[in-house]
Nanobody, 121 residues
Framework: QVQLVESGGGLVQAGGSLRLSCTAS????????MGWYRQAPGKQRELVAG???????NYADSVKGRFTISRSNAGNTVYLQMNSLKPEDTAVYYC???????????????WGQGTQVTVSS
């Protein structure tokens, strides 16, 4: 069983900063990638930022230059530093991990419970 535990959401004024954290634990054979998605009311869930085990990162165009994704040395914790926040960044942010839970188990996606980020104007 794999668990993703998130923390760090909250309410912030426009222009402010927040840092999200997510730690993966449990039956993990190999972590392929971790990332952050978000879902605003009435909208589809979208990728915000991703980080592969090889060190490659990618960002949604809307957050480039403002958000930074990073991983712990152990690789099982992912952070999202969010600066210059805008009201349109308001959403529930979900941590995602793509991993092998065992040697003979195909890779699968796992999700955190979500953390609310609200940016006031």
């Amino acid at each position: 069983q794999v668990q993703l535990v998130e923390s760090g959401g909250g309410l912030v004024q426009a222009g402010g900063s927040l840092r999200l954290s997510c730690t993966a634990s449990g039956s993990i054979f190999s972590l392929l990638s971790m990332g952050w998605y978000r879902q605003a009311p009435g909208k589809q869930r979208e990728l915000v930022a991703g980080s592969t085990s090889g060190g490659t990162t990618n960002y949604a165009d809307s957050v480039k230059g403002r958000f930074t994704i990073s991983r712990s040395n152990a690789g099982n914790t992912v952070y999202l530093q969010m600066n210059s926040l805008k009201p349109e960044d308001t959403a529930v942010y979900y941590c995602n991990a793509h991993l092998f839970a065992g040697i003979q188990i195909p890779p699968n996606n796992y999700w955190g419970q979500g953390t609310q980020v609200t940016v006031s104007s």
